[in-house]
């Protein structure tokens, strides 16, 4: 009974200390409430024209809006309109864009304070500086003061890579992470058991948290597929095993069909005639003509592979708009440094870290955005510039 209980006191001691950290952590948070304030200070106040005003039309009357549809920016958009007690119609969808930008600040702040747990003192500091620096931010700050949809396929982007990183420390034991394993304890251990091995499981929760939010994304707009191809090779990198997990494998895929059933609002609002959108949505075709914006072909890739270098010159004008170059050095010395860190692994000297997820969706991205023969290209972008 008193090894039992010599065993427990470090255990006691951790928790003491894991709480402890976690109050200090929330404090340091405190911060990150002035976004919200900047962007509530310099909000827009009436109806702006053009789509801002068929979102928040077609939100107030359920109805749908132009390819692809925006289901899930509809519904919340709705939501908002309904409980939000002040302010007029046009205002409060204002403020989804505010609240919703809010959040994809917040979600860059966790990731870097993830991802930088290990450097004691450094990772508040750090979080909040690239928090900031994304929030105010001309592109995004612009959009986080009016309705649109754009600013809330950032947050999905945001909001992925925040899961994917949470999930892979864990797995990694950075941030105060358990480790690869966790251990799974359904029922205090007697006497007798107390010097074994306890069984293991894996933290998956992260995981079906990143699957949802991938689901609900893409019914927000297609426009974060692009990241998809990084997130299954990094998941698959990070944890090969997962193909032999099968049960873990049909809760991701529920929670990723529980994202995507929001779209199930096509067809059903569709036939019943909203008012305004299509009517056919309740048929295949018509379902797919208006989600992958086939009407449109026009606008998709334009830019040739020759095109490419004054598309990347394009590019960086248009950062610089953004950011100051000392951010983006910065931005490059995160990309290098896992080739250069002294924790480094021989066998995985940069693909272990989440780095190289958030480079791959950058690449992903941005391949296809820079294409793009579009006049809201700065729209389409904002999750590009987060990224960095």
């Given at each position: ?98 609240v919703t930008a809010s959040l994809g600040a917040w979600f860059v702040f966790g990731i870097i304070r993830t991802v930088a747990g290990d450097l004691t003192g450094f990772a508040n500091l750090s979080g909040l500086f690239g928090a900031f620096v ?48 966790v251990i799974k304890s359904s029922s205090t251990p007697s006497p007798a058991t107390a010097g074994r091995h306890h069984p293991f499981t894996p933290s998956n929760k992260w995981l079906y948290a990143f699957c949802l939010s991938a689901g609900l ?130 066998l995985h000297p940069f693909t272990r870290s989440p780095i190289t997820l958030y480079a791959l969706t950058f690449l992903g991205t941005y391949a296809f955005v820079i294409s793009l023969r579009a006049q809201d290209i700065m729209a389409y972008l ?7």
């Amino acid at each position: 009974m008193t090894h039992y209980l010599e065993d427990n006191s470090p255990q006691r001691t951790q928790r003491a200390q894991r709480k402890k950290i976690n109050l200090q952590s929330l404090i340091s948070s405190l911060p990150l409430l002035l976004i919200p304030v900047l962007y509530i200070f310099t909000l827009a106040q009436s109806p702006v024209l053009g789509d801002p005003s068929e979102y928040t039309f077609v939100a107030n009357i359920l109805g749908i809006a132009h390819p692809p549809g925006y289901a899930f920016f509809t519904l919340l958009g709705k939501l908002v309109q309904t409980i939000v007690p002040i302010g007029t119609i046009a205002w409060r969808m204002h403020l989804l864009a505010t609240v919703t930008a809010s959040l994809g600040a917040w979600f860059v702040f966790g990731i870097i304070r993830t991802v930088a747990g290990d450097l004691t003192g450094f990772a508040n500091l750090s979080g909040l500086f690239g928090a900031f620096v994304v929030a105010t931010a001309v592109n995004y700050w612009q959009h986080a003061i009016h309705a649109n949809p754009h600013i809330l396929t950032a947050t999905f982007m945001a909001a992925n890579l925040y899961f994917l990183t949470r999930w892979w420390a864990e797995g990694e034991g950075v941030n105060g992470g358990r480790g690869e394993w966790v251990i799974k304890s359904s029922s205090t251990p007697s006497p007798a058991t107390a010097g074994r091995h306890h069984p293991f499981t894996p933290s998956n929760k992260w995981l079906y948290a990143f699957c949802l939010s991938a689901g609900l994304g893409i019914t927000h707009h297609p426009l974060t597929v692009f990241g998809f191809p990084a997130y299954a090779l990094f998941i698959i990198w990070v944890r090969p095993s997962l193909f032999k997990e099968w049960r873990t494998l049909l809760k991701m895929i529920g929670f990723g069909l529980l994202g995507l059933s929001v779209w199930l609002y096509f067809p059903i609002r569709s036939p019943m005639a909203p008012g305004f959108g299509p009517t056919t949505m309740n048929t295949l075709n018509g379902f797919l003509d208006h989600v992958l914006a086939r009407g449109l072909s026009d606008s998709l890739p334009f830019f040739s592979l020759a095109d490419q270098p004054d598309r990347a010159r394009v590019f960086f004008s248009l950062l610089r708009l953004q950011y100051t170059l000392p951010v983006i050095f910065l931005a490059l010395f995160g990309l290098l440094y896992p080739f250069i860190s002294p924790k480094a692994s021989p066998l995985h000297p940069f693909t272990r870290s989440p780095i190289t997820l958030y480079a791959l969706t950058f690449l992903g991205t941005y391949a296809f955005v820079i294409s793009l023969r579009a006049q809201d290209i700065m729209a389409y972008l904002i999750g590009s510039f987060l990224l960095v």
